[in-house]
Antibody, heavy 119, light 107 residues
C-alpha cells in the first residue's frame, strides 16, 4: 500500500524557516519524481515544487523560487521541502504527492501538514 | 503558465439531478485531470486523461473535452458526491496548474 506521511509543519514567524519531510512507502521511491502541492485555507491547490528521480533537477513556481528548496534522500525514501524567508501568504496545508507512472496526474497524496506563518 | 477557469464556483444539485462542471484552459492542453476533495481530506484522483475514471469512482461520473474546454459530468447526483472538484493540467510548456475548484452541494 502506498503511503506518504508529511511532518514538520507548525507555527512560524514571518521571515523564519521551516523544513517539511515526506516519508514514502509502498512503491519504488527512487523511480518517481516527487512533488509538493499546497492549499491555503479555503483556497485551491497550487503546485510548489518538483524533483526528479536522482535529485539533480528541481522546479519551482515564481511564488516560491529562491526561497524554497526541494531535495530527496532515496536511501531514506524521503522528500524534503526547505522553506526560507516565509511570508504570511505561505500559510497553507502542504501535501506531498506522487505521480502515476507514465501520466501527468497525482495518484497518491499525503495527509498534508499545516504551516502557519504569523507573528 | 496555463490558467484553468472552472465554472460554476459553487452549485447545488438535487438527488438524481444531472450535474456538469466545466474547466476552461487559457491555452490548448492534451488532457485534463480531475480531483475530488472533501472537507479535511486530501484530494483524491477522480478522472484522469480527460475521460478515464480513477479506481473506485462510480460510473455515474464521466469526463469529456478537448483543446481548451473540458467537463466533468455526474449523470445522477447522489449525496456522497457533495465535495469540491478541481481540474488539473500539465503541458510541456507550462507547470502543473489547477482550477480554483467547484464546490458541489446538495439541494
Amino acid at each position: 500500500e502506498v503511503q506518504l506521511v508529511e511532518t514538520g509543519g507548525g507555527l512560524v514567524q514571518p521571515g523564519r524557516s521551516l523544513k517539511l519531510s515526506c516519508v514514502a512507502s509502498g512503491f519504488t521511491f527512487s523511480s518517481y519524481w516527487m512533488y509538493w502541492i499546497r492549499q491555503a485555507p479555503g483556497k485551491g491547490l497550487e503546485w510548489v515544487s518538483s524533483i526528479n528521480t536522482d535529485g539533480g533537477s528541481t522546479y519551482y513556481p515564481d511564488s516560491v523560487k529562491g526561497r524554497f528548496t526541494i531535495s530527496r534522500d532515496n536511501a531514506e525514501n524521503t522528500v524534503y521541502l526547505q522553506m526560507n524567508s516565509l511570508r504570511s501568504e505561505d500559510t497553507a496545508t502542504y501535501y506531498c504527492a506522487k505521480p502515476r507512472r507514465g501520466y501527468h496526474y497525482f495518484d497518491y497524496w499525503g495527509q498534508g501538514v499545516m504551516v502557519t506563518v504569523s507573528s | 503558465e496555463i490558467v484553468l477557469t472552472q465554472s460554476p464556483t459553487t452549485m447545488a444539485a438535487s438527488p438524481g439531478e444531472k450535474v456538469t462542471i466545466t474547466c476552461r484552459a487559457s491555452s490548448s492542453v492534451s488532457y485534463m485531470h480531475w480531483y475530488q476533495q472533501k472537507p479535511g481530506a486530501s484530494p483524491k484522483p477522480w478522472i484522469y486523461d480527460t475521460s478515464k475514471l480513477a479506481s473506485g469512482v462510480p460510473n455515474r461520473f464521466s469526463g469529456s473535452g478537448s483543446g481548451t474546454s473540458y467537463s466533468l459530468t455526474i449523470s445522477s447526483m447522489e449525496t456522497e458526491d457533495t465535495a469540491t472538484y478541481y481540474c488539473q493540467q500539465w503541458s510541456s510548456n507550462s507547470p502543473y496548474t489547477f482550477g480554483a475548484g467547484t464546490k458541489l452541494e446538495l439541494k
